[in-house]
């Protein structure tokens, strides 16, 4: 009988139970399968909020506050696409600040 003596390293990936979720500015218009997305509250295409919750979800808040989930989008798109995590923010309402919303 062995007993496995450790762990890969890879397994010990770092939580995320603390925060609700991450967020990044997304600038430039949104492309997700050869479609601009538009915001179905007041048709804005670029300078969106893009949250990747904690369910793997993917939220897009444009600049005048709607939220939209995004099924298009997953949270491996957003880990590809949102380089290392600078910050964490207590509060999304500090996240925005910081993201200039
Ligand atoms: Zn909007």
Redesign the pocket.
Known sequence: MVAPDFLPPDLRVPSRQEVAGLMMRWLQPLVIGGEVRT??????YRDWIVFCMRDDSIWL??????D?KEPGLDAAWYNRNSGPVDRFHPTPEEGLRHLGH
């Not at 915001?39 to 804005?44: D, H």
């Not at 808040?61 to 709607?66: E, L, T, V």
């Open positions: 915001c179905p509250g007041c048709g804005a808040r444009c600049r005048a506050g709607h939209t």
